[in-house]
């Protein structure tokens, strides 16, 4: 059997999110429906005098930290800055004190992930290390970790590392949000969606026969755009980047709100879209799907059951990719799963070892941690 023909780390980690998802639900939550996330820095106390969240990270953990953006937001009411943390050292990020300063990173090694939380514990804010891998750079330098439980992870792109980090993060906002005395009486409901969540994965995993005919059909053409809005946005941007990183094929993530003020000039019956629209939202996104078939343009829809919710976009729709009612808050984790196969399937066809895609940055790179400034 050749190499190509072997079943790759990349599907194998794919499948494995619900239990990942699961590991990291039952280190978290204690049965008292109290999250364990108690020892410094994320003491009563310190998250009391938390004023800001700062987040930062690379790559596909820059994207989960995007989404958390949102959700940290919306439950604790904390306002919440997220940068590349390439960008960190460009400017005087406004850290301080008062400030949670979070650094995402599957390995817990990007160097440049690794210079941004010194320069937030430099300027004197609480420092926690979101990571995969402890101990590790990231762990040793921040005041405080908190790891997901992915497991080995065996591929250079992140898939299950990522889920879990959405919902460590997801798990991190509730936890302020119960110090900052915001969701009491939701509390029960709060964790019983987020016990769905590994079965709503699973629910998506098995419509991977979809995610090949998509692949399949993509094969033909050269350029993709993944819409999405809100905090579906960030998955939209972690589509694209699978496909670029797994699948080498042009993909670009881009909002669905913003799409109509310039890049709507590019689309044709070359550019296939695929609209990450749920229920509830897709009435908004109607008009531009009109659009996209008025210029010919292939449209593939990733939502909420779609076919039954959203007769009208629907039926504009080549191909649907249903995935199982979630709460709002808790969609991100489900709707990258999709993209996540797509990539997987257009990396075997187009001869790619989905593994170790190649064609990144090698040895010889140097990090803006080693630049001189
Ligand atoms: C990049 C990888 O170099 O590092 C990405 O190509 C990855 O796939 C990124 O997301 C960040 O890695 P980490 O370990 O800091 O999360």
Same mark, same amino acid.
């Given at each position: 059997m050749k190499d190509i023909d072997k079943e790759p780390f990349f599907i194998k980690e794919i499948k494995e999110q619900p239990k990942v998802l699961a590991n990291t639900l039952?280190?978290?939550?204690?049965?008292?429906?109290?999250?364990?996330?108690?020892?410094?820095?994320?003491?009563?106390?310190?998250?009391?005098?938390?004023h800001k969240v700062y987040i930062t990270a690379c790559g596909t953990s820059y994207h989960a930290g995007m989404t958390a953006r949102y959700i940290i937001e919306e439950l604790s009411q904390l306002p919440t800055v997220v940068e590349p943390a390439s960008e960190a050292g460009r400017h005087q990020p406004l850290v301080d004190e008062n400030t949670l300063a979070v650094a995402i990173s599957q390995s817990g090694r990007s160097p440049d992930t690794l210079a941004a939380l010194n320069l937030a514990r430099s300027r004197g804010a609480v420092t926690l290390g979101l990571v995969n891998e402890a101990p590790s750079p990231l762990t040793?330098?921040?005041?405080?970790?908190?790891?997901?439980?992915?497991?080995?992870?065996?591929?250079?792109?992140?898939? %299950?590392?990522f889920t879990s980090q959405t919902l460590a993060l997801e798990l991190l906002a $509730?936890?302020?949000? /119960?110090?900052?005395g915001l969701i009491k009486e939701r509390w029960p409901q709060e964790l019983e969606n987020l016990a769905r969540i590994p079965e709503?994965?699973?629910?998506?995993?098995?419509?991977?026969d979809k995610a090949l005919q998509m692949a399949k059909t993509l094969n033909d053409y050269d350029h993709v755009f993944i819409l999405a809005r809100g905090a579906l946005l960030p998955m939209a941007y972690?589509?694209?980047?699978?496909?670029?990183?797994?699948?080498?094929?042009?993909?670009?993530?881009?909002?669905?709100?913003?799409?109509?003020?310039?890049?709507?000039?590019?689309?044709?019956?070359?550019t296939?879209?695929?609209l990450i629209a749920f229920a509830g939202e897709a009435a908004s996104d109607l008009s531009l799907a009109r659009a996209f078939r008025a210029r010919g343009a292939p449209l593939w829809l990733i939502s909420e059951d779609?076919?039954? %919710?959203?007769?009208?976009?629907?039926?504009?729709?080549?191909?649907?990719?249903? $995935?199982?009612?979630? /709460?709002?808050r808790l969609r991100p984790m489900v709707a990258i799963i999709p993209l996540q196969l797509l990539a997987y399937h257009l990396g075997r066809l187009r001869r790619v070892n989905v593994?170790?895609?190649g064609g990144l940055l090698g040895d010889d790179w140097v990090g803006e941690s080693q630049l001189a400034h």
């Open positions: 039952s280190r978290y939550l204690g049965p008292n429906l109290h999250l364990k996330i108690t020892r410094p820095p994320l003491d009563d106390q310190t998250i009391r005098r938390i040793e330098a921040a005041s405080g970790s908190l790891q997901i439980l992915a497991g080995q992870v065996f591929t250079l792109s992140s898939t %299950k590392a $509730l936890r302020l949000a /119960q110090s900052r709503m994965v699973r629910h998506a995993l098995a419509m991977e972690e589509g694209a980047l699978k496909l670029k990183e797994v699948a080498h094929f042009h993909a670009e993530g881009y909002s669905t709100g913003e799409f109509g003020h310039g890049p709507l000039a590019m689309v044709g019956p070359r296939p879209i695929i779609g076919a039954k %919710k959203d007769q009208a976009m629907a039926s504009m729709a080549d191909l649907i990719f249903p $995935l199982p009612a979630v /709460q709002a593994d170790n895609p």
